[in-house]
Nanobody, 123 residues
Framework: VQLVESGGGSVQAGGSLRLSCAAA??????????MAWYRQVPRKPRELVAS??????????EAVKARFTISRVANKATRDTIYLQMDSMKSEDTAVYYC?????????????WGQGNQVTVSS
């Protein structure tokens, strides 16, 4: 599974950005259980921003609840795409944002990461 991210950049505080991540299956059948966005700033561990499973259940990090929205468009044959709509952004949202996919691989699962996208919020 190849994860291709887009949509990062710079915005002023209070503004909005939208990230997207396409999980290209390259003609192979992958069963992606969960897709998510994580973010990381220097000298801190990577943290969950939001996740969505294949039933549409979502989980949000406390810092982004009510401001960010994750959504998913699934196509088992070609690709799954997730979006992260980020509104009312704050300077503390500045980070590198990473897309993550958890693929079913019985009896376990496999993890894939995108290349990371810088998001900068200026106050």
């Amino acid at each position: 599974v190849q994860l291709v991210e887009s949509g990062g950049g710079s915005v002023q505080a209070g503004g909005s950005l939208r990230l997207s991540c396409a999980a290209a299956k390259n003609g192979l059948i992958f069963d992606i259980k969960v897709m998510a966005w994580y973010r990381q700033v220097p000298r801190k561990p990577r943290e969950l921003v939001a996740s969505i499973d294949d039933d549409g259940n979502t989980i949000y990090g406390e810092a982004v609840k009510a401001r960010f929205t994750i959504s998913r468009v699934a196509n088992k044959a070609t690709r799954d795409t997730i979006y992260l709509q980020m509104d009312s952004m704050k300077s503390e949202d500045t980070a590198v944002y990473y897309c993550h996919a958890q693929v079913r691989h019985p009896p376990t699962s496999l993890d894939y990461w995108g290349q990371g996208n810088q998001v900068t919020v200026s106050s």
